[in-house]
């Protein structure tokens, strides 16, 4: 398998006096078949040639947050492979590998798998019949909730927190069956800062998380509250000016990316990359 690696150097001593989150990002190109993937978007086809741009863009946004970015070849077989995010949740120090929820992407977890298995000793997998899509997975510093969702089954999520909790982290359990056009936990939620979470729609009132103070995406900006906070920026999908400006108000630095392409195809911003 041919992989890029290039390499951004930033001093690790930064990173940590900055709240250090991140400093590698595995991603993989979109393929020629990416208009076959799942949608229940109804905004028309994507344009594979504009995703592949927005998608270069993606990386280089990656880049400039500090990240070594690892980018995977695209992989025909699999249209919805290029959302990675979905196959794995990693840390600086393990990983677990994910077992897709809708059957037509089990087979991305193999070649993922493999790769995950040059960089980490520490990895788990999700076992039948438990079911669990990485972006369904929310963590800020050791503290991880996990969707239950149309993608995520309970066994699933139940694994994943006996995972998380020998690792000595918590986990909970956040069910978003019976939210209405939701297909992960991280479409609607995301952690940004500490104490500081984008969360839009009924989830916003989820009593797991009440403790945090919720920007809400503007009216219609829904999508972007698949934000990620990366390192001392917050990558944000362009066009949602009411939630950038929120997150800018709190004294967050943000940048804008073009994501249209990939909304076609129900993709939100953090499904792009494994970020460890
Ligand atoms: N098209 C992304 C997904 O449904 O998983």
Known sequence: ????????????????????????????????????????????????????????????????????????????????????????VLTAKWGVIARPGASSRMGEILPMRKVLETRFTDLTAIEAPGTLDGGDVCEWEGEFWVGLSGRTNEEGAAQFKRIVEAHGATCQIIDI???????????????????????????????????????????????????????????????????TNALKNKGLTVVEVEMSEFQKMDGGLSCLSLRY
Do not use: W
């Not at 078949?33 to 741009?53: C, H, M, Q, W, Y």
């Not at 809400?216 to 000016?241: F, K, Q």
């Open 1 to 88: 398998m041919a992989l890029v690696n290039e390499r951004v150097v930033l001093c690790p001593s930064a990173v940590v006096a900055m709240g250090m989150l991140f400093s590698h990002a595995i991603v993989r190109t979109p393929s020629l078949s990416f208009a076959e993937g799942i949608t229940t978007a109804n905004l028309g086809k994507p344009d594979v040639g504009r995703a592949l741009e927005q998608h270069a863009a993606y990386v280089e946004a990656l880049r400039g947050c500090g990240l070594e970015v690892m980018s995977l070849p695209a992989d025909e077989d699999f249209p919805d492979s290029t959302f990675v995010e979905d196959t794995a």
């Open 177 to 243: 069956q019976k939210v209405p056009g939701l297909l992960h936990l991280k479409t609607a939620v995301a952690r940004v800062a500490p104490g500081l979470m984008v969360a839009s729609g009924p989830v916003r009132l989820d009593a797991a998380l009440s403790g945090l103070e919720v920007v809400e995406p503007g009216e219609g900006e829904s999508y972007a509250a698949n934000c990620v906070r990366v390192n001392d920026r917050v990558l944000v999908a362009a066009g949602h000016p009411n939630l």
